[in-house]
């Protein structure tokens, strides 16, 4: 593992005030790009008189001292971890797992390691290294890290162009469970939207009306209903894209409960919940979804395998607070 050189502190003089501060790192160590100090800056690794400063934009300060910590390179490929696994299944071709919320997926900016490819990099070995790419090893489907639920990871090539092959052709059986605020009608149904990146918000997806996003069908049948202000739903995807089942409900009106990304506001409809009810939904500290079912023929066998799982611990305490 290599690390880049640490540049040494700067103070800023009157004739370094006003300009950008990533500019004016980058000119003062001459060795980063500007956009190199940016990321890292926002990733908050500059020290301005020791508090860290986010903002690549801010403008300087004379007699301020400025200094950037560079972290250590990540490596190439992901490592292997000990972290435990809750496996439901798992052959020479394939693993299922209940995945925790709370858990990313696969290693990314900002998550380099401690992530699902980690521990199936643990768990598995080095068989498992290279399987359908060098930063996803067998990977061929993803839940957001907040998203609890079953998920499945290739060990072999047959297995994962297979089961990505199953999941381009929507060949799955999947279904999940949400908890969202509102009551939906009529009770069952469908949203369907196309989804694209929110252009007002890179980090948001959003349903896109004049072109440019992806097909999205989702289906939904209410379980329960709680208090006129809550909806305890079953969801069902006919096409998968990023952050479906969340944008689909926001764009309807109905946001999950603790979606952190598409609830930005406290609802209408927690008006009419009891304090203690009310209380359960509007501190719940993560989007209510599980991925409660997963179906998939095995690429090998070609037996129909079938996998279900109960939502964990703090959103049964949800359903049992706002009940």
């Given at each position: 593992?290599?690390?880049?050189i640490?540049?040494a502190?700067?103070?800023?003089?009157?004739?370094?005030?006003?300009?950008?501060?990533?500019?004016?790192?980058?000119?003062?160590?001459g060795?980063?790009?500007?956009?190199?100090?940016?990321?890292?800056?926002e990733?908050?690794?500059?020290?301005?008189?020791?508090?860290?400063?986010?903002d690549?934009?801010?403008?300087?300060r004379?007699?301020?001292?400025?200094?950037?910590?560079?972290?250590?390179?990540a490596p190439?490929t992901?490592?292997?971890?000990?972290?435990?696994l809750?496996?439901?299944f798992?052959?020479?071709?394939?693993?299922?797992?209940?995945?925790p919320?709370?858990?990313?997926?696969?290693?990314?900016?900002?998550?380099?390691?401690?992530?699902?490819?980690?521990?199936?990099?643990?768990?598995?070995?080095?068989?498992?290294?290279?399987?359908?790419?060098e930063?996803?090893?067998?990977?061929?489907?993803?839940?957001?890290?907040?998203?609890?639920?079953?998920?499945?990871?290739?060990?072999?090539?047959l297995?994962?162009?297979a089961?990505?092959?199953?999941?381009?052709?929507?060949?799955?059986?999947?279904?999940?469970?949400?908890?969202?605020?509102?009551?939906?009608?009529?009770?069952?149904?469908?949203f369907?939207?196309?989804?694209?990146?929110?252009?007002?918000?890179?980090?948001?997806?959003?349903v896109?009306?004049?072109?440019g996003?992806?097909?999205?069908l989702?289906?939904?049948?209410t379980?329960?209903a709680?208090?006129?202000?809550?909806?305890?739903?079953?969801?069902k995807?006919?096409?998968?894209?990023?952050?479906?089942?969340?944008?689909?409900?926001?764009?309807?009106?109905?946001?999950?409960?603790?979606?952190?990304?598409y609830?930005r506001?406290?609802?209408?409809?927690?008006?009419?919940?009891?304090a203690d009810?009310r209380?359960?939904?509007?501190?719940?500290?993560?989007?209510?979804?599980?991925?409660?079912?997963?179906?998939?023929?095995h690429?090998r066998?070609?037996e129909?395998?079938?996998?279900?799982t109960?939502?964990?611990?703090?959103?049964?305490?949800?359903l049992?607070?706002?009940?």
């Amino acid at each position: 593992m290599t690390q880049d050189i640490q540049p040494a502190p700067v103070i800023a003089t009157v004739g370094d005030a006003g300009q950008r501060t990533d500019r004016f790192m980058a000119d003062t160590i001459g060795t980063l790009s500007r956009s190199r100090i940016k990321s890292l800056m926002e990733a908050g690794h500059l020290l301005r008189d020791g508090v860290v400063l986010r903002d690549p934009a801010d403008p300087v300060r004379a007699g301020m001292r400025y200094e950037l910590r560079v972290p250590a390179a990540a490596p190439a490929t992901p490592q292997g971890q000990d972290i435990a696994l809750d496996v439901l299944f798992e052959d020479r071709d394939l693993i299922v797992i209940d995945k925790p919320a709370g858990l990313v997926v696969h290693p990314a900016p900002g998550n380099e390691d401690g992530t699902l490819v980690n521990a199936l990099l643990g768990h598995c070995g080095d068989s498992l290294t290279g399987i359908g790419g060098e930063r996803r090893p067998g990977i061929v489907h993803r839940l957001d890290k907040d998203t609890s639920g079953v998920m499945v990871a290739a060990k072999t090539e047959l297995a994962h162009q297979a089961l990505s092959a199953a999941f381009a052709s929507r060949d799955i059986e999947r279904a999940y469970q949400a908890v969202c605020w509102g009551v939906l009608t009529p009770t069952a149904g469908s949203f369907e939207g196309a989804i694209g990146r929110d252009r007002r918000d890179r980090k948001r997806m959003a349903v896109i009306s004049n072109g440019g996003g992806k097909h999205a069908l989702t289906h939904y049948r209410t379980l329960d209903a709680f208090h006129g202000s809550l909806s305890h739903v079953e969801c069902k995807l006919a096409t998968g894209r990023t952050h479906q089942i969340r944008v689909h409900f926001a764009h309807a009106g109905h946001a999950l409960v603790g979606d952190p990304t598409y609830l930005r506001r406290i609802p209408a409809a927690a008006r009419g919940l009891p304090a203690d009810a009310r209380a359960a939904a509007l501190d719940f500290p993560r989007q209510a979804l599980h991925a409660a079912r997963l179906g998939f023929v095995h690429p090998r066998t070609g037996e129909h395998l079938l996998f279900e799982t109960q939502p964990p611990r703090d959103f049964q305490d949800l359903l049992a607070a706002i009940g």
